[in-house]
Structure formats: structure tokens, C-alpha cells
């Protein structure tokens, strides 16, 4: 879950490879490098760090260059250096090589070439892997009609067993960029007379529109003016090139202090490009059109089984009890990590959905595969157009959020959770829900955008309570049914941006030990709508009291009787209870981030993370 970037063309290169490194940085930022290709060779240049200190060590450009590959890394093998930074270079040292994924086999490849001569500056599998192009390319013959380059990076490719997005490029041949993915995502960006590659389509936006994302075993060739695409085994390719719908402005930081505090404020817009289209006054329900299934056979579905990692597992929790509760299907979310080594006896008509902002998660893609093997239907509900799991999906829903920057997911939760009540709006209005349930789901959702702007408009207050918490060591959050998921959420942007020790429960389990945690220093967010369990939310708020533990409590407006119980207030609108959780997490989203900017963390690349989880 590295970011790889790669350019060909009439332009100076570095400052378009140093660029886009910035766009891609939040794949990974503890190392970085780039190789550029001059008349006088390869010249390569990393550092363990950031970017910014990259940039400041590549500095004034000594022979000009117009072709380039680059990196920055999430290390998997070999701590964050310098020497274990990308790119790496093969026995000769005139191919260079950058690398996203993790070769399961690096460690006998590495074995048999030491075995023939072959030696190794770095703890890296992605060296073992330069060395080993390096040594089809210097095997082959050497009148191989301009082909030895893609020839030996396919003939290496079939030694090698994991996953790869890979650049690489050889001083004998200057003006070509080979790319190939298997497993990790790898775009081909087509501009006036230049060609890219790049990891994700977003660090293209200030170069091109045009795109094409290729597929896994494809091998990618490009030059100043024209590109090739041909498979791992075979020739040509079919491939298609698409246009990216979203502006350059949309990947920009504008005037925001970080890309985490304008996704938050982008939500309003979030849910209503979640729900365009889609609501249908007039039968009181919603259309889904890209799930690919007939009304019969949205009928016919028997259990819903949602997978997803993180903030996607947390809004499919969410998901699942919205369509038992509402809209009588069965339904459940596993873990995908977790869910792609069970051996789970399923009825027939059971539909998976696959949850992933960035369609690219390894385990939630596996866990599909697996499912897709046994024979189910596994559908995708994501937000990047293109990637993997959107496109081996049986269908799906896009998400239409926008690019999502910052590593801690926000508004990718509301928009998954805005879907799934648009599914169970749908999959109810053919059960049992009536069209009066139906009008007033699709009201609440018309009130949504105003409502997230009244919570927005609260930001100081929650700021000042975040300040007021931020020293804690440690954070309870605490809520029921389908507020539960949403403590869950909560206490994952705490941990991942403030590194406060931050956990959520159902609140009803606080009795069964959780409170043994509970201390004068040890505040606790309880999430108390006014709703049919408000009474047993005020129970658990007492509890907590009695033990001196301070709370937080998120209330519904015009709820009179928690100001009595509460230390310190956050009230949000009321709206339907399978929306609420939309709103309830809104200002838990701030909390946490105004948590860690009172503690000076890194909010938008906090420690040891990266936005896309592309290893297993
Ligand atoms: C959430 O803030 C994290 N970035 C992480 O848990 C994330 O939700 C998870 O890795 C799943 O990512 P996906 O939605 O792109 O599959």
C-alpha cells in the first residue's frame, strides 16, 4: 500500500514525479525515492522520511530528464531507511524498479540468486525482484526486436508468487516505462504527447482526464506519445480508457488545515451524491440500478452478508441491522479478514456485499473472491470507479464521494451508511415496509444535508470538549443497536488520529467488566438518542457517575432530561432511527479530530497507517 508514480514525456520530470509522490502520500509515508533516466544514466535518489524531505534532498536538477519512476513507501519488508527505500536497481545497475505489494516468495528467489552471484544492499523482497528482471534481461537475447525489456519483466513476473504494481526501467532503453499489477492497483494515465502510471487516479487529476485502469496479469508499456497493453501469458490486451468525473479541486486540500476536517465538512454534499437518483418519490422507495438484479431476484434474496475492514465493516454493521430491522431480510457483517477462512453453511439466495471507499482493500477482495468462488453473488458498494473490487463485482452501488484524502475515513462512512438505507428502502418497499415508512425515510434523507450543517455549524463547542479530554490515556465509548457500530466507529477515529487508547461496546456490556476501566480520568462517550432505549442509555450514564467516570453525552435536540445526567453535551437533529447513525457520528468525527490536533499529531498521515490496505 505503497504509492507508485511514473512519467514519460517532453517535460522535466522530477517536479512531475515529486508532485505526484504529494498526491499519493497518504498511501504511505515513511520512506521515498525516484530514479530518472539522463544521457548519462539512471540516477537515482531516496530518503527514509517524508516528501518534503525528499524534495529538499533531490534539489536543483544537475542534467535534465524526461522520464521517471518514484515511490513512496508503507514498509512491509525492512524498516523505513534510506537503503531500504525504492526504487531499487538490479545486479547491473542500469534497471530500476519501484514496487507496491509484497512478494511471498522473495525469500528463495533471493536464495538461489545470491546462489548465482547476486548481491543484496537491502531487507527488501522488492529488490529481489529488480535483481530478478535484471537477470532475465541479461539472459536474453540481445536482438529480441526492442521487446527484451517487457519480455524479461513478463518472464520474471512468472517466477514470482504475491502481490505487485510495479514501474521499471532500464538505461538501454530510454524514452519506455514498463507497468504491470497483479493484486495491487496500477493506472495508466494518457496525456498531450506524455503517458503515467500511477497507483491511483487522483495524483493524475492535475495531468489528464483520460485513464485506463488495467487489470491484474496485465503488462503495460508506455512511451512519450503512445502506450501498449498486453497480458502476463498472452498479446494484445483489451483494455478502456475512462474519463475521471471528478475535478482537480476535488483531490486539493483548499483552505481547510487538513484534508480529514474538509472531508468532514464535504458531508452534507456526500449524502446528497449517495442519493441522487436514486430516491423514488413515487413509489416511495429507492432504485438501485447498478446491482444487476431483477425485482424477482431482489425479491428472492433470503440473507445479506456484508464484509469489510474497518470504517467499512463498522457501516455495515449498521447496514445489517437496517435491513433485519427494517426491511425483514437477514442479515449480518463479518470481518472479511476474518470471514475468507470460515467454511460457513449459507442458504442458496444469500448476496454478498463488498464495503471499500477505496475498492482495493486486500482482505475484503479476497473475502469476495472466496465468496464469488462458492458460487454467491457478491456485490460492491465503493467509491473509486475502476478498482478491483468494482470490477469483479457482480454489480454494485458507487458511492460518488468524491476522492477521500485523508487516511481516517469520514465521509465514506456516512455515504456507506446513506447506501444501505437506500438498499433496505429498496429491498423493504418489496416486503413488508409500507409506502407511508417509505415517504418518511425518503423526507428524512431530503433533511439530512441541513441537519449534518447544524452539527457543523457546533464545531467550537466540540472543539473546546475535545481539548477538554485530550490528555486522557484512555476513551470508553458506549452505545446500543444501531448506535453500537457507531461507538465502534468512534472510538477508531480517536485511536487512529489522537493514538488515545480508545475502544467502543455495546453499552449494556459495561456491567460485564468493561467498567472496571471506569476512573475520574477515564471520560466515556455515551450515544443516547431520545429513542425507545433512552431510559436504559440514562442507566448506563449513571453507572459510569457512580464510578466518578466522566461523560460525554450525544444527545437528540429538545432531549430535556440528559442535561441532568451528562458532564458535557453534544446535541444533534433528530431524524429516522436507521438514519440517526449518520448524525451521531458527526461530531464524534470532530471530537476525534480536534483531539488530535490539540495533541499536535499528524492528523492526515497519522503514525503506522496508510488509506488503502492493498497486503493481506
Ligand atoms: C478508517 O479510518 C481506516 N482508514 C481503515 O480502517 C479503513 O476503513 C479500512 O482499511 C477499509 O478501507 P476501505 O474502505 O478502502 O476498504
Known sequence: MCGIIAYVGRREVRPILLDGLGRLEYRGYDSAGIAVLTDSGLEVQKKAGRIADLSRHVGKPKKPSHQGISHTRWATHGEPSDVNAHPHLDRSGKLALVHNGVIENYQPLKRALTEQGHTFHSATDTEVLAH?????????????????????????????????????????????????????????????????????????????????????????????????????????????????????????????EHFMLKEIHEQPHTIENAVRGRLNQEE???????????????????????????????????????????????????FASEFRFKNRPLQRNTVFFAVSQSGET???????????????????????????????????????????????????????????????????????????????????????????NRILEQEAAIAAIAQKYSSAKSMLFLGRQYNYPVALEAALKMKEISYIHAAGFPAAELKHGVIALIDS????????????????????????????????????????????????LIFVPRTVEMLQPILNILPLQLLAYHAAVALGRDVDKPRNLAKSVTVE
Open 132 to 256: 530478478l528482471i535484471g537477470k532475465h534481461y541479461a539472459e536474453a537475447p540481445a536482438s529480441s526486436n526492442g521487446r527484451r525489456l517487457i519480455d524479461a519483466v513478463r518472464s520474471a513476473l512468472h517466477d514470482v508468487k504475491g502481490t505487485y504494481g510495479i514501474a521499471v526501467m532500464h538505461e538501454d532503453y530510454p524514452g519506455v516505462i514498463i507497468g504491470a499489477r497483479r493484486g495491487s492497483p496500477l493506472v495508466l494515465g494518457i496525456g498531450e504527447g506524455e503517458m503515467f502510471l500511477s497507483s491511483d487516479a487522483t495524483a493524475l487529476l492535475p495531468y489528464t482526464q483520460k485513464v485506463v485502469y488495467l487489470k491484474d496479469f496485465d503488462v503495460a508499456e508506455i512511451k512519450a506519445g503512445q502506450f501498449a497493453v498486453e497480458t502476463l501469458t498472452s498479446g494484445d490486451t483489451d483494455y478502456e480508457i475512462k474519463e475521471l468525473d471528478f475535478a482537480p479541486e476535488a483531490a486539493e486540500r483548499g483552505d481547510y
Open 521 to 568: 480520568q477515564t471520560p466515556s462517550v455515551c450515544i443516547c438518542p431520545e429513542d425507545s432505549l433512552h431510559e436504559k442509555n440514562i442507566s448506563t450514564i449513571q453507572e459510569v457517575k457512580a464510578r466518578k467516570g466522566p461523560v460525554i453525552a450525544v444527545a437528540t435536540e429538545g432531549d430535556t432530561e440528559i442535561k441532568h445526567h451528562a458532564d458535557d
Open 362 to 452: 486486500a482482505d475484503t477482495l479476497g473475502a469476495m473472491r472466496e465468496a464469488r468462488r462458492k458460487g454467491f453473488r457478491a456485490l460492491g458498494i465503493c467509491n473509486n470507479v475502476g478498482s478491483t473490487i468494482a470490477r469483479e463485482s457482480d454489480g454494485g452501488v458507487y458511492m460518488h464521494a468524491g476522492p477521500e484524502i485523508g487516511v481516517a475515513a469520514t465521509k465514506s462512512f456516512v455515504s456507506q451508511v446513506a447506501i444501505f438505507g437506500l438498499l433496505t428502502l429498496c429491498l423493504g418497499r418489496m416486503r413488508y415496509m409500507s409506502a407511508s415508512t417509505g415517504r418518511e425515510i425518503i423526507q428524512a434523507y431530503e433533511k439530512l444535508p441541513n441537519q449534518i
Open 284 to 334: 416511495a422507495s429507492a432504485q438501485l440500478g447498478g446491482l444487476n438484479m431483477t425485482p424477482a431476484q431482489l425479491r428472492d434474496i433470503e440473507r445479506v452478508v456484508v464484509l469489510g475492514c474497518g470504517t467499512a465493516l463498522h457501516a455495515g454493521m449498521i447496514g445489517a441491522h437496517m435491513l433485519e430491522n427494517e426491511a425483514c431480510v437477514a442479515a449480518e457483517a463479518d
